[in-house]
């Protein structure tokens, strides 16, 4: 559906996404994982064709076998109101709060399908039938201020659902969210894209959403993947130290209040102190001496693929 070939994004003070290969199929759900930072939306708005005009992009990006990599913004307009779609983060933001959201819902179906007022209304309505949305009729006249944040969010799934995309992209649809609700819209992104055979790309620093709602994962720090594999393999045999850092931060149910959670050391430097090499260096629990100053390689396995010294090291026998 899409393929990336050594995409990456340079920005004024230096990289801020290295080359990078990335794909999804039709009907594929993926997660993308790390914390904020990471590189997870810029890849996202690359596949897009939203990056900021201040930063450079290179690379190839193919979408169903067409080359975008040197198209104009018509040509990108098109394709994202036909094929991709994308659900920002924080629906009130991302909602016209002047605008009823019915009339939101509409407007891109009378824009880029030909519907008339009255079938674009018809439409909206079934979308927000179809994402859960409750009293659909009467919603369709309310502004974004007199909805939950769960009815905001189905409003703008709904929205990005409008023109039937084979993409969809969700970056962090459940982090204003409380656990319920959260459990919700991961539940109905999971429903709609096996009824629509859509793709899914699922942006989240919540591994256990990302876990629920993808069938692959691919894990960023830094502007660099460390790790991609099955979500069963990277949840529960996960190979980079990064990965191991982040699932061993999560909360559980059986040690809450027994202990204090383990964290990563640091935090993400800015893009201009990352290290030459690996970008997890510095923060890294098994660091050795040349993964400040050489890039890892991203090595395949039977289960996946992992970029670290340690691990190829560990594999071949070395130290």
């Known amino acids: 559906m899409i393929d ?33 930072g990471s590189g997870k939306t810029l890849l996202a ?8 005009d201040q930063l450079t992009v290179g690379g190839v990006i193919n979408v169903e076998g067409r080359d975008m990599t040197s198209a104009s913004e018509v040509d990108w307009r098109l394709l994202r109101a036909r094929r991709l779609s994308m659900i920002f983060q924080e629906p009130m933001s991302a909602l016209n709060p002047l ?3 019915g009339d939101t819902v509409a407007a891109p179906l009378m824009r880029h399908q030909g519907y008339t007022r009255e079938q674009a209304r018809a439409r909206a309505l079934s979308l927000f039938e179809e ?10 006249s309310q502004y974004p201020h007199q909805l939950s944040g769960g009815q905001r969010q189905r409003v703008l799934i709904a929205l990005a659902l409008a023109c039937d995309p084979a993409l969809l992209i969700a970056d962090e649809p459940t982090s204003a969210l409380d656990a319920e609700v959260a ?11 096996r009824e629509r055979d859509m793709a899914l790309l699922f942006i989240s620093h919540d591994l256990a959403a990302v ?5 692959r994962i691919i894990v960023m720090y830094g502007g660099d993947i460390m790790e991609t594999g099955s979500t069963r393999t990277i949840m529960h045999a996960s190979r980079h130290p990064y990965t191991k850092g982040l699932l061993a931060a999560r909360p559980a149910l059986s040690t809450l209040g027994k202990r204090r959670l383990p964290t990563i050391p640091g935090s993400v430097p800015p893009p201009q102190d990352l290290p030459r090499g690996c970008r997890f260096a510095g ?9 400040a100053t050489e890039r890892p390689a991203l090595i395949l396995t039977s289960t996946g693929a992992a970029a670290c010294h340690r691990h190829i090291a560990d594999d071949s026998g070395g130290q």
């Open 131 to 140: 994402t859960g949305i409750t009293e659909p009729e009467r919603r369709l």
């Open 99 to 101: 605008r009823r959201v």
């Open 45 to 52: 708005l690359s596949m897009m064709g939203m990056v900021s």
């Open 183 to 193: 459990l919700r819209i991961t539940d109905l992104l999971v429903r709609l894209s």
């Open 283 to 291: 923060r890294c629990p098994v660091e050795m001496a040349h993964c």
């Open 4 to 36: 990336l070939t050594d995409i990456h994004v340079d920005g004024p003070t230096g990289p801020l996404l290295r080359k990078t290969n990335f794909s999804i199929a039709a009907g594929e759900r993926v997660g993308i994982v790390g914390e904020s």
């Open 211 to 215: 876990s629920r709602t993808t069938e």
